[in-house]
């Protein structure tokens, strides 16, 4: 089976960029959609973020959309989240996963990665 295994987080301030990566490790046996997702301190998990196979559909939240860019390179078989402008507010821990549809809903993901810390400071 798949896994996702996230890297790139860390620490910046408000206004700058990261790139979060997320490697896909194991046999990909389906051509997996993936999905980025955040959760802050104390609050749930908010999907950001997801991308089709062939990277031809994409899916943004609303806060995302504007700042945040999903892509992925299946050679490499890596997923990318590129994050402009951060805010305070995107700190959170931010999981990459692996599902079967650009959606939303964190149910729909089978394979999930461990997390990368971001955090924006002021």
């Known amino acids: 089976q798949v896994q996702p295994v996230e890297s790139g987080g860390g620490l910046v301030q408000a206004g700058g960029s990261l790139r979060l990566s997320c490697g896909l490790s194991?046999?990909?046996?389906?051509?997996?959609?993936m999905g980025w997702f955040r959760q802050a301190p104390g609050k749930e998990r908010e999907f950001v973020a997801a991308i089709s196979w062939s990277g031809g559909s994409t899916y943004y939240s609303d806060s995302a959309k504007v700042r945040f860019t999903i892509s992925r390179d299946n050679y490499k078989r890596t997923v990318y989240l590129q994050m402009d402008s951060l805010k305070p507010e995107d700190t959170a821990v931010y999981y990459c996963?692996?599902?079967?549809?650009?959606?939303?809903?964190?149910?729909?993901?089978?394979?999930w990665g461990q997390g990368t810390q971001v955090t924006v400071s002021s």
């Open positions: 194991g046999r990909i046996e389906r051509k997996h959609a």
């Open positions: 996963a692996a599902g079967s549809t650009v959606v939303a809903g964190a149910n729909e993901y089978d394979y």
